[in-house]
């Protein structure tokens, strides 16, 4: 099991886990190389909803998909509100914003499917995106978990959803937890640590730690935790390690960018059969 940035030509990349079998499924982490957005989202901005002009948004959409081999205009976005909404959807969805962020499903932050050819799409700068693949009852899911729902533990509900919606088993899931800012970056005050203490009181000094007065958080094991709560084993359960603070250069980070800036996007869609 491992992370690693693929180059998919003309310079746009993509993270991927060696778990997700692309048999059954695509699914990528977008770098900000290789698109048409310029300063301040400059490279392959993929979010409509920061500022960026919409036809360069568009644009890179339909060079990162058409290197994935996915139809652009069959992608799923929501709005994302930082909540711990999360939707269902199916080929009834498909296109929704896609080239308009007014169409997309508002108010919610994980989506799941089991319909083939039908492309999951969430956006992201440093908040933590959580990948979900049933390679038995072939479904798949997206979630984003800034730390808002990382408390309200939106990984483990969209398990619990999978089960709901779609008979999946916790124990034939595989779950991967993408580029995001890591414990080694995101400092946060006395009144967010407390909410992590609150969600997660029994590992709280494993997940908050003191460095020179500055209180840290580490959200990929938060996730991690809230996983194997929901009964996903831990050999199914893969981590990218990859700081997106640190590792700018390659990924949109809303605190080392200084704010405004683009979105990259996680992606993932059952293969046609």
């Known amino acids: 099991m491992s992370f690693a940035l693929e180059h998919l030509g003309s310079n746009l990349w993509r993270?991927?886990?060696?778990?997700?079998?692309?048999?059954?499924?695509?699914?990528?982490?977008?770098?900000?190389?290789?698109?048409?957005?310029?300063?301040?989202?400059?490279?392959?901005?993929?979010a409509l909803h920061v500022g960026d002009e919409a036809d360069r948004v568009w644009e890179n959409r339909q060079r990162f998909f058409q290197a994935?081999?996915?139809?652009?205009e069959n992608l799923v976005t929501p709005q994302q509100v930082h909540g711990a909404h999360i939707q269902k959807v199916t080929m009834v969805d498909a296109g929704r914003g896609a080239k308009d962020y007014a169409d997309a499903i508002a108010d919610t932050d994980?989506?799941?499917?089991?319909?083939?050819?039908?492309?999951?799409?969430?956006?992201?700068?440093?908040?933590?995106?959580?990948?979900?693949?049933?390679?038995?009852?072939?479904a798949v899911g997206i979630a984003h978990a800034g730390w808002k729902g990382t408390v309200?533990?939106?990984?483990?509900?969209?398990?619990?959803?999978?089960q709901e919606e779609f008979g999946c088993g916790p124990a034939d899931i595989l779950a991967g937890i993408g580029p995001s800012i890591g414990p080694c970056c995101f400092a946060v005050g006395e009144?967010?640590?407390?909410?992590?203490?609150?969600a997660f009181p029994k590992f709280a000094d494993k997940l908050i730690t003191e460095q020179k007065g500055q209180l840290y958080v580490n959200l990929w094991e938060a996730n991690r935790l809230q996983l194997l709560e929901a009964g996903i084993s831990a050999a199914n359960i893969e981590m990218a390690d990859t700081c997106t603070d640190?590792?700018?250069?390659?990924?949109?980070?809303?605190?080392?960018?200084?704010?405004?800036?683009?979105?990259?996007?996680a992606i993932i869609a059952l293969n046609q059969y």
Request: net charge positive; proline share 5%.
């Open 15 to 46: 993270g991927k886990f060696s778990s997700f079998d692309e048999k059954i499924c695509q699914h990528a982490f977008t770098a900000r190389l290789g698109g048409a957005s310029v300063k301040p989202y400059q490279g392959l901005n993929m």
């Open 68 to 72: 994935l081999e996915l139809k652009a």
């Open 110 to 138: 994980a989506l799941i499917t089991n319909e083939p050819g039908l492309p999951l799409m969430l956006c992201f700068a440093d908040c933590v995106p959580v990948i979900f693949l049933d390679p038995e009852k072939r």
């Open 191 to 198: 009144d967010v640590a407390e909410k992590f203490r609150e």
């Open 152 to 162: 309200a533990k939106i990984a483990r509900e969209t398990v619990l959803k999978m």
């Open 246 to 265: 640190c590792q700018h250069q390659w990924f949109y980070s809303y605190r080392a960018d200084g704010g405004q800036t683009g979105r990259m996007a």
